[in-house]
């Protein structure tokens, strides 16, 4: 999956898809990588800084004023699907926060 610049994962409610996402984001951090892990529906209503964990904001800032590139995961189309939430509502909010990134 970390092979493309875009991929989408599918599968059905409690397979370890968010525990997966979490521990690779955490993996590539660790590795000197620069990822993020969002939850959509926080990332369609409060955009990205807002749906990041405290410390992640810092290394947001710190991926900003640099010029790599980073890996972002998003996770629950379904939830956020429960309450209103687009998926292109999210990726726009993202594409506003990293533009330049």
């Not at 493309?4 to 521990?23: D, I, P, Q, W, Y």
């Not at 590139?69 to 309450?83: I, N």
Request: proline residues 0%; hydrophobic residues 45%; glycine residues 6%.
């Amino acid at each position: 999956v970390l092979e493309n610049r875009h991929a989408v994962v599918l599968g059905e409610a409690g397979t370890g898809k968010t525990t997966e996402f979490r521990r690779q984001a955490e993996v590539l951090r660790s590795s000197g990588s620069i990822a993020f892990f969002s939850e959509l529906v926080a990332l369609a209503r409060d955009g990205l800084r807002e749906s990041l964990l405290v410390d992640e904001e810092a290394r947001l800032d710190v991926w900003r004023a640099s010029d790599e590139e980073a890996v972002f995961f998003l996770d629950s189309l379904d939830e956020a699907k429960l309450q209103q939430r687009t998926l292109r509502e999210a990726l726009v909010k993202l594409q506003r926060e990293v533009r330049g990134g």
